[in-house]
Nanobody, 127 residues
Framework: HVQLVESVGGSVPAGGSLTLSCAPYGYPVSSACMGWFRQRPGKEREGVAAIGSDGIASYTDSVKGRFTISQDNARNTLDLQMDDLKHEDTALYYC??????????????????????WGQGTQVTVS
């Protein structure tokens, strides 16, 4: 049984930093493609970043240089380090497990339909 459990988000001032973690139960985090998505009020869920089982990551343009996705094998977590947060980063953030081979990550990582398990979502508010 696969389950994804996200850490509690939070409220931070613009320009601040926050790290989200996601703990997958049922498999090693590095064995599958993993992604972070977010859903802003009134908007569709969108891909933020993803990392393949080979450790290669992809990011949406609006977070490049500010967010870093990583796998912590010792803790078995997927982390999202968010720096220089902006008001437009305010959203409900989800982690998800994908069915994407490393060779295709760059092409399809942001497609919601490529992911089969999702966390419950955690709120990030930038004031």
């Amino acid at each position: 049984h696969v389950q994804l459990v996200e850490s509690v988000g939070g409220s931070v001032p613009a320009g601040g930093s926050l790290t989200l973690s996601c703990a997958p139960y049922g498999y090693p985090v590095s064995s599958a493609c993993m992604g972070w998505f977010r859903q802003r009020p009134g908007k569709e869920r969108e891909g933020v970043a993803a990392i393949g089982s080979d450790g290669i990551a992809s990011y949406t343009d609006s977070v490049k240089g500010r967010f870093t996705i990583s796998q912590d094998n010792a803790r078995n977590t997927l982390d999202l380090q968010m720096d220089d947060l902006k008001h437009e980063d305010t959203a409900l953030y989800y982690c998800a497990r994908g069915r994407i081979a490393p060779s295709r990550l760059w092409e399809v990582w942001s497609r919601v339909g490529e992911y089969d398990y999702w966390g419950q979502g955690t709120q990030v508010t930038v004031s």
